[in-house]
């Protein structure tokens, strides 16, 4: 009877702890970004940043195109990248945490088409803020401060960021 006992805690234990999501939404405080080309899931960039700490990955993500993407598959759950190929953490000033909200909060209070065209052969931007995801593409002259986000992230991320063009 001692040894059935042991082996239903056993197996109430593995399934308790093998039935968790691996799908998990991420905390709405945390900011992230992830930028990446359209039409493949490679060359993924992905931001983010909680508490001035910034962790930067380069990658694969897990779909090809934002196109079609549900809330699950979108960067605000924790499976959005499929492989990493390199990590980096850096801690931020406050005034560098405080410069990248400011362009958020001015890019959340623009009237922002939420779901723009994909445009191929180009970078596309997601980003999850204060509970919302935003999409854009990387060149959208109608918005200055994607501009200004990812001439930002550029510059403090501890990976550099290479947003090249294709021939």
């Given at each position: 009877m001692r040894i059935i006992k042991l082996f239903l805690m056993i197996i109430l234990c593995f399934a308790i702890t093998s039935c968790t999501d691996t799908?998990?939404?991420?905390?709405?405080?945390?900011?992230?970004?992830?930028?990446?080309p359209c039409g493949t899931n490679e060359e993924t960039y992905y931001f983010t940043l909680s508490d001035n700490e910034l962790n930067v990955k380069l990658g694969t993500k897990e779909h090809e195109s934002s196109v079609g993407m549900t809330d699950r598959e979108s960067i605000a759950n924790t499976s959005f990248m499929k492989k990493v190929k390199s990590v980096e953490t850096k801690q931020l000033s406050d005034s560098d945490t405080d410069g990248i909200i400011a362009i958020l909060d001015k890019l959340y209070t623009?009237?922002?088409?939420?779901e723009p065209?994909?445009?191929?052969?180009?970078?596309?931007i997601q980003i999850y803020y204060k509970g919302s995801v935003l999409t854009q593409n990387c060149w959208e002259p109608d918005y200055e401060e994607i501009n200004?986000?990812?001439e930002e992230l550029k510059f403090i991320s501890p990976i550099e960021i290479n947003l090249h063009g294709w021939a």
């Open positions: 799908n998990k939404p991420v905390p709405e405080n945390n900011i992230i970004i992830a930028i990446y623009n009237d922002i088409n939420i065209p994909v445009v191929f052969d180009s970078w596309e200004l986000l990812i």
